[in-house]
């Protein structure tokens, strides 16, 4: 007790009087023969002016989830932060050689000026705030359809949880809008759930498939080039990554062969389960014909895998002579023979002529899956307790829309149009202009909102960017960011053949924005090219 007194008191007498580091003051002013007695003072103390130890952190980058670190997102990657960098620069009154930053980005249609649908807002709006179901600007059509949301939501609002699957209602005009869209073949609603946009409900079905250690581990055929959620979602569960390429010779086809060595390759050292088709394409803007279709549901229906069919660009079809087929349609079709073939296929809000990103809505319909595992499916999906409800009221007004005779029909239909028919100018438009560029080729974008062009680079701008470490399409991303103001995503960021360099780039900026996009690509192109062909 007498020590401890006495500890304390040296501290008061040997503290420094401000505020500063004492271990240093009290090197310079302590008399050397007290300085022994400040190891015992620290210590019975608790450290001068009573300071403790620092702390370790118990996350670090070394205790972390290992596969959180090997995920990538190319389409939120470093060029999209340093795009958000130059608008706020921009905004200050810096001087840059463009007017502004036009991000293409990302499939955000409203971001990029596209006007939300008239009937669309309408029911959300009547769903949110009920009282405005007396107001008579307000079309009777979406007021039935407001109603017959709220009637299924507990308390009769949109803020209270629904079932994990979603409302039954939407789930059933969901299973409706299924089985006209496929001609007539049935749709049950209990094989459908709801979710806040089609991607989690992906990362739900692609989790269900993993399991296994070494060759046994579960193994996810994806298409080169893909969407990164794949990549991002197989390396965040830990699956393993099998990659088929898409025939970009042949409008980015897919080939039977291809998908044989890649399976058998796989084998090798996993367990294939599972094939992903992304159809119409992201980032190849392809439509897989139903030839193509049929090639991969008995390629599957051999090699014994789950087929995912990611279909939420199906409204988003330009190109003359090319047709949406969903994969149920398909197979159900093929017979008997293919009747047990597992699949899982998607849909969203986000895409299409809709457009609503932020809003969250999307669903996804299960075929053939194995009763056990259907309610694991589920289990899982409860400890999310539900979908948004109000990015449920969207979905429900992309498969229940208004029908003709009904009030609103019209002017819905008026403006469905009007997006699809800009989607589909704007597709011809940009694989035209990039098709006129020295060096660049662009298959046709017969789908979905983006054009995925290849660049042959100089071997001078290759090497320059190997010097300094980075991958030459995102060399290139860069200068076209910093020298003309656009904003894509590298083609290294959804994977490609060795050798060969793309960008994704949207097809959503306004029909004049776009001409504008293209005049300032090709003046980027050109300077850079000469750049480092000259150096040759």
């Not at 990549?231 to 042949?250: P, R």
Request: charged letters at 25%; one cysteine or more.
């Amino acid at each position: 007790m007498q020590r401890a007194i006495h500890a304390n008191r040296l501290v008061s007498v040997i503290s420094p009087p401000y505020g500063g580091q004492a271990a240093s003051w009290t090197r310079t002013k302590l008399p050397a023969c007290c300085r022994p007695f400040l190891v015992g003072a620290n210590m019975m103390a608790g450290g001068i002016n009573g300071s403790q130890p620092p702390r370790r952190k118990v996350l670090t980058l070394a205790t972390m989830n290992p596969h959180i670190k090997v995920m990538e997102y190319a389409v939120r990657g470093p060029i999209v932060a340093r795009a958000t960098e130059l608008e706020k620069e921009l905004e200050q009154g810096a001087i840059k050689p463009f007017k502004d930053i036009v991000k293409c980005n990302i499939g955000d249609a409203h971001a990029m000026g596209q006007k939300p649908l008239t009937f669309l807002r309408q029911v959300v709006a009547l769903c949110t705030y009920p009282k405005l179901l007396e107001d008579k600007n307000f079309p009777e059509d979406a007021k039935e359809r407001a109603r017959r949301i709220l009637h299924s939501c507990k308390g009769g609002s949109i803020g209270s949880y629904s079932d994990s699957t979603g409302l039954d209602v939407i789930r059933h005009d969901a299973a409706d809008y299924i089985q006209r869209r496929d001609g007539g073949i049935p749709s049950n609603p209990d094989n459908i759930m709801l979710s806040a946009g089609a991607s989690e409900a992906i990362r739900c079905v692609l989790k269900m498939l993993v399991s296994g250690e070494g060759k046994e581990k579960s193994g996810v055929m994806i298409p080169i080039p893909q969407y990164p959620l794949y990549s991002a979602t197989l390396a965040e569960i830990n699956a393993v990554q099998i990659n088929y390429y898409l025939d970009e010779a042949k409008n980015w086809s897919l080939d039977v062969s291809e998908l044989q060595r890649s399976i058998d390759e796989a084998r090798k050292h996993c367990t294939p389960r599972c094939i992903v088709i992304i159809n119409p394409g992201n980032p190849t803007g392809q439509v897989v014909s139903r030839s193509n279709i049929e090639d991969v549901i008995k390629f599957a229906h051999k090699e014994n895998l789950f087929i995912l069919a990611d279909e939420v660009y199906q409204d988003n079809v330009y190109a003359k002579g090319s047709q949406f087929h969903s994969f149920k349609k398909v197979l159900t079709e093929l017979g008997d023979k293919y009747s047990s073939q597992e699949l899982a296929s998607f849909h969203s809000t986000s895409k299409g002529y809709m457009g609503e990103c932020g809003l969250r809505g999307g669903y996804c319909e299960i075929h053939n899956l194995d009763p056990d595992v259907k309610s694991q499916l589920f289990k899982l999906i409860s400890a999310k307790l539900c979908p948004t409800v109000s990015g449920q009221a969207v979905m429900d007004v992309v498969v229940n829309p208004p029908r003709e005779g009904e009030v609103s029909y019209e002017l819905f239909a008026k403006e469905r149009a009007h997006v699809l028919s800009t989607l589909a100018e704007k597709a011809k438009i940009v694989a035209e202009a990039f098709n006129s560029v020295e060096g660049v080729t662009c298959n046709p974008v017969m789908g979905a909102m983006y054009s995925f062009p290849n660049i042959k680079l100089p071997q001078n701008a290759i090497n320059k960017a190997k010097e300094m470490n980075k991958a030459p399409d995102v060399f290139y991303a860069e200068h076209l960011l910093e020298e003309a103001g656009i904003c894509v995503v590298p083609g290294s960021g959804f994977g490609q053949r060795p050798g060969t360099y793309h960008f994704r780039m949207t097809i959503l900026p306004s029909v004049e924005k776009f001409k504008d996009v293209m005049e300032r690509f090709k003046k980027f192109h050109s300077s850079f090219m000469a750049r480092y062909t000259d150096e040759d």
